[in-house]
């Protein structure tokens, strides 16, 4: 059973950088066939796709937030990164890690965690 | 973007009685790109139907997708009362994957 659980900063200033971990257990990244991917929840919202990393490090981010991601993965901790600068307000959600993405459905979620952006 | 539209917002119902929920994609997808998850308060959604009509592991027979091109449906028969809570549907045959806004099923 594959189990994905993310870690960071609960609060993060303005235009300054949030940066997600999430660490991947029953299941090794690197053994491929799976994209891992980032998605949130805005408050009150639906669900938007951040953006998948493959354990060889390619990617690929929503165009609506391109500018500001980047993802990386570390295949010796079975982990891999989020990172998104410049941010505001508008980037308070749920943050959720996840197996799947691309043309691949979602069949593992984290539990996700609340980022909030504030001074 | 491709748009998922997802309709009612909000569905009123009565344990035992079957919920017809419905997902309209913006552009024509394959079936086999049309997914939907269920989320509860508090957790993370998980999968229900996948391929527009299998159903995940583990998932009751009285879940069952159908639908085709722009227009799908999720049914649940015989409601739980753990089935109340938002479902989402999601097409990931074009990119970026979008999902839709989510339909409620509440008690009545």
């Known amino acids: 059973q594959v189990q994905l659980q993310e870690s960071g900063p609960g609060l993060v200033k303005p235009s300054q950088t949030l940066s997600l971990t999430c660490s991947v257990s029953?299941?090794?990244?690197?053994?491929?066939?799976?994209?891992w991917s980032w998605i949130r929840q805005l408050p009150g919202k639906g669900l938007e796709w951040i953006g998948y990393i493959y354990y060889s490090g390619s990617t690929n981010y929503n165009p609506s937030l391109k500018s500001r991601v980047s993802m990386s993965v570390d295949t010796s901790m079975n982990q891999f990164s989020l990172k998104l600068n410049y941010v505001t307000a508008a980037d308070t959600a749920v943050y959720f890690c996840a197996r799947g993405g691309g043309y691949d459905v979602i069949d593992y979620w984290g539990q996700g965690t609340l980022v909030t952006v504030s001074s | 973007e491709v748009v998922v539209t997802q309709s009612p917002g909000t569905l009123s119902l009565s344990p035992g009685e079957t919920a017809t929920l419905s997902c309209r994609v913006s552009q024509s997808v394959s079936s086999s790109y049309l997914a939907w998850y269920q989320q509860k308060p508090g957790q993370a959604p998980r999968l229900l139907i996948y391929g527009a009509s299998s159903r995940a592991a583990g998932i009751p027979d009285r879940f069952s997708g159908s639908g085709s091109g722009t227009d799908f449906t999720l049914t649940i028969s015989r409601l739980e009362p753990e089935d109340f809570a938002v479902y989402y549907c999601?097409?990931?045959?074009?990119?970026?994957?979008?999902f839709g806004q989510g339909t409620k099923v509440e008690i009545k």
């Open positions: 029953g299941g090794s990244i690197s053994s491929g066939g799976y994209y």
């Open positions: 999601q097409q990931c045959g074009h990119s970026p994957p979008t």
